[in-house]
Structure formats: structure tokens, C-alpha cells
């Protein structure tokens, strides 16, 4: 069975940092390209920062210069390093892997206050 776990979420001040974690299992970790995307309320889900099995990353422009994806694949675990957070980061992030098949998380809430 498959398992994406995330944690490492929470209410922190703007301009702060998080780090959160999307511990796999389930499946061959190395394998699969890693991904966070993040929704916030009334929004769609959209793409945050990728990480493929090389270790080949991807951001989108919001987070470029403040995010940092990376992953472990002994702990089969990816990261998103979160810095200068902003309001509107807020928002539920997403871990997703695929390798032929995509697999979810359950979320894990940020919320960024001003």
C-alpha cells in the first residue's frame, strides 16, 4: 500500500520559514519524481516545486529564490524548505510522486500570518 505522509505544517509570522517533509512508502523512492503543490482556499491546486529522480529541480515563480526542494532517498522522504514566508503562501500542501502512476498526499495546512 502506498503511503505519502506530510508534516511539518503550521501557523508561523510572515517572514519566517517551515520545513516540511513527505515521508513514502510503499514505494521504490529513488525511482519516482517528487513533487509539492499547494492549494490555497477557493484556488486551484497548483505546482509549487518538483524534484525528479536525478535530482533535477523545477520551481514556480512565486517561490523561486525561497523554497527549496530536495530529497533522501535512503529516507525515502522529500523536503520543501520554506524561507521569508508570505500571506499568501497560505495554503494545504500537497506531496505527489509518479513514476507511470502518481500518488498523493493528504495535505498538510500552512498558514502564514501578516
Known amino acids: 500500500q502506498v503511503q505519502l505522509v506530510e508534516s511539518g505544517g503550521g501557523l508561523v509570522q510572515a517572514g519566517e520559514s517551515l520545513r516540511l517533509s513527505c515521508a513514502a512508502s510503499g514505494i521504490i523512492f529513488s525511482s519516482n519524481d517528487m513533487g509539492w503543490y499547494r492549494q490555497a482556499p477557493g484556488k486551484q491546486r497548483e505546482l509549487v516545486a518538483t524534484?525528479?529522480?536525478?535530482?533535477?529541480?523545477n520551481y514556480a515563480d512565486s517561490v523561486k529564490g525561497r523554497f527549496t526542494i530536495s530529497r533522501h532517498n535512503a529516507k525515502a522522504t522529500a523536503y520543501l524548505q520554506m524561507h521569508n514566508l508570505k500571506p499568501e503562501d497560505t495554503a494545504v500542501y500537497y506531496c505527489k510522486a509518479w513514476y507511470r502512476v502518481e500518488y498523493w498526499g493528504k495535505g498538510t495546512l500552512v498558514t502564514v500570518s501578516s
Open positions: 524534484i525528479t529522480s536525478g535530482g533535477r529541480t
